[in-house]
Nanobody
């Protein structure tokens, strides 16, 4: 299984970024997808999750209303649209693929997001 994130970079506070994650090696539409982040000096935390077909999404409180997770099962890709980025958002953002009925889980290497004030 390979998960490759892209779209990270440097953005000013209040700006936007769109992260993408392309998956291969599994039937993408059979897996829940999510985004996690690890901020400097902090433990990894989940940011957003999507069920297998995108009909259900979940967000941690600190990003609700600013971040949107979506997926394109025809392109084996999950996205994270991040708007109104704040100084507390910089982190390495990683996508995850999780089995629906099995405990398998896969992680991408991550993409760095930096927010300048």
């Amino acid at each position: 299984v390979h998960l490759i994130e892209s779209g990270g970079g440097v953005v000013q506070a209040g700006g936007s970024l769109r992260l993408s994650c392309v998956a291969s090696g599994r039937t993408f539409s059979s897996y829940n997808m999510g985004w996690y982040r690890q901020r400097p000096g902090k433990e990894r935390e989940w940011v957003a999750k999507s069920n297998f077909n995108g009909s259900k999404t979940f967000y941690r409180d600190s990003v609700k209303g600013r971040f949107t997770i979506s997926r394109d099962n025809a392109r084996d890709t999950v996205f994270l649209q991040m708007n109104n980025l704040k100084p507390e958002d910089p982190a390495v953002y990683s996508c995850t693929m999780a089995g629906i009925v099995t405990p398998e889980a896969y992680w991408g290497p991550g993409t760095q997001v930096t927010v300048s004030s």
